[in-house]
Nanobody
């Protein structure tokens, strides 16, 4: 029902910035909450950020709060993750995710996502 394609990953030095983008296909993008997850080398996948269908509510993990910003443009079927003040511990494969939301509930879930992108590598050098 929805396909997600990520872009924007790469290599950056500590303290630098990077912007990840996720393009969604389908006619019902505005009915989905969106999230970003990451999997560092040798570790399990972890929650990073989420945004509600309207964009009014967001949630972040404590490790990225104040440094990362999630945003969405429903008219363009796009969601982005702006990453500033990057640290070596931010190195991971980053995944875009989507999940249908219950009508009338404008929330940003941290788990339970149904659709996933292919992932994009972010490497932060010391």
């Amino acid at each position: 029902q929805v396909q997600l394609v990520e872009s924007g990953g790469g290599l950056v030095q500590a303290g630098g910035s990077l912007r990840l983008s996720c393009a969604a296909s389908g006619r019902t993008f505005s009915n989905y909450a969106m999230g970003w997850f990451r999997q560092p080398p040798g570790k399990e996948r972890e929650f990073v950020a989420a945004i509600s269908w309207s964009g009014r509510r967001t949630d972040y993990s404590d490790s990225v709060k104040g440094r990362f910003t999630i945003s969405r443009d429903n008219a363009k079927n796009m969601v982005a993750l702006q990453m500033n003040s990057l640290k070596p511990e931010d190195t991971a494969v980053y995944y875009c995710a989507a999940t249908l939301v219950r009508y009338g509930y404008d929330y940003a879930p941290t788990s339970g996502y149904d659709y996933w992108g292919q992932g994009t590598q972010v490497t932060v050098s010391s």
